[in-house]
């Protein structure tokens, strides 16, 4: 029927290269309700990581997918042709370190101009380490939208010369085109920094009830951070 699931157990990884813990596609549909996705790892030519949603759908409600390393991309990286939708479940203490020839963070979750929508859950305790998004990459052409759950405890670091800087701890968003978006409804969600990057920023579709922290690279006089939409009371 097109439908995967796993409800218990676990799928554990090792250096086999290009290996996924689950690879989504042919429009297919996996569900998570519980087990874990654990220990995958690659190297830059060999991107393995714990779940590739291709061209497909990913629903997350429960389970764990922890302690996985890559030098491209992170534990989930989402495609222009797939949809993650997160509605429980921990993306937690995964890790993505800088390679020179391909400099792509998203230790939690990489959207690579797919669409990500997060209800619930948690996004923690992920490292990107000399490279971006801790919590979140999101690609300029990716269709984001932050609901609810919890994104804490991620760090991001990149050097600046002989400095190191924040990268976008919790989300980093690396520009916007046309029909992308990073939508928040629920501030209190996001614990962590937003960095933001070229001509991106942030829609807010409903009002803030909490604080956020934001960053921008190349600050600008005029730079639009944030816009509001929809119906507030």
Same mark, same amino acid.
């Given at each position: 029927?097109?439908?995967?699931?796993?409800?218990?157990?676990?799928?554990?990884? #090792?250096?086999?290269?290009?290996?996924?813990?689950?690879?989504?596609?042919?429009?297919?549909?996996?569900?998570?309700?519980?087990?874990?996705?654990?220990?995958?790892?690659?190297?830059?030519?060999?991107?393995?990581?714990?779940?590739?949603?291709?061209?497909?759908?990913? %629903?997350?409600?429960?389970?764990?997918?922890?302690?996985?390393?890559?030098?491209? +991309?992170?534990?989930?990286?989402?495609?222009?042709?797939?949809?993650?939708?997160?509605?429980?479940?921990?993306?937690?203490?995964?890790? @993505?370190?800088?390679?020179?020839?391909?400099?792509?963070?998203?230790?939690?979750?990489?959207?690579?101009?797919?669409?990500?929508?997060?209800?619930?859950?948690?996004?923690?305790?992920?490292?990107?380490?000399?490279? +971006?998004?801790?919590?979140?990459?999101?690609?300029?052409?990716?269709?984001?939208?932050? %609901?609810?759950?919890?994104?804490?405890? %991620?760090?991001?670091?990149?050097?600046?010369?002989?400095?190191? @800087? #924040?990268?976008?701890?919790?989300?980093?968003?690396?520009?916007?085109?046309?029909?992308?978006?990073?939508?928040?409804? #629920?501030?209190?969600?996001?614990? #962590?920094?937003?960095?933001?990057?070229?001509?991106?920023?942030?829609?807010?579709?409903?009002?803030?009830?909490?604080?956020?922290?934001?960053?921008?690279?190349?600050?600008?006089?005029?730079?639009?951070?944030?816009?509001?939409?929809?119906?507030?009371?």
């Amino acid at each position: 029927n097109g439908t995967n699931t796993l409800a218990g157990g676990a799928l554990v990884g #090792d250096k086999a290269h290009y290996s996924y813990g689950v690879a989504v596609e042919n429009g297919k549909t996996f569900n998570m309700y519980g087990g874990n996705i654990i220990g995958f790892e690659g190297s830059s030519r060999d991107p393995s990581r714990a779940i590739n949603v291709k061209a497909g759908t990913f %629903n997350l409600y429960g389970g764990m997918i922890a302690h996985n390393y890559a030098k491209v +991309y992170g534990a989930v990286k989402v495609n222009s042709t797939g949809k993650f939708t997160m509605n429980g479940g921990k993306i937690t203490e995964n890790k @993505v370190e800088y390679e020179t020839s391909m400099p792509y963070g998203g230790s939690g979750v990489y959207v690579a101009g797919g669409e990500f929508t997060m209800n619930g859950g948690e996004i923690t305790k992920n490292a990107a380490e000399e490279t +971006y998004g801790g919590g979140i990459y999101c690609s300029p052409t990716s269709k984001v939208a932050i %609901n609810g759950g919890i994104i804490s405890g %991620n760090t991001a670091t990149v050097m600046d010369g002989f400095t190191s @800087v #924040d990268g976008g701890d919790g989300i980093y968003l690396s520009g916007k085109r046309e029909g992308a978006y990073l939508n928040i409804s #629920d501030s209190t969600a996001i614990k #962590d920094e937003i960095l933001l990057s070229e001509e991106g920023y942030v829609t807010f579709t409903k009002a803030l009830q909490s604080s956020l922290t934001f960053g921008v690279e190349s600050p600008k006089d005029g730079r639009i951070i944030a816009k509001g939409t929809g119906e507030y009371p």
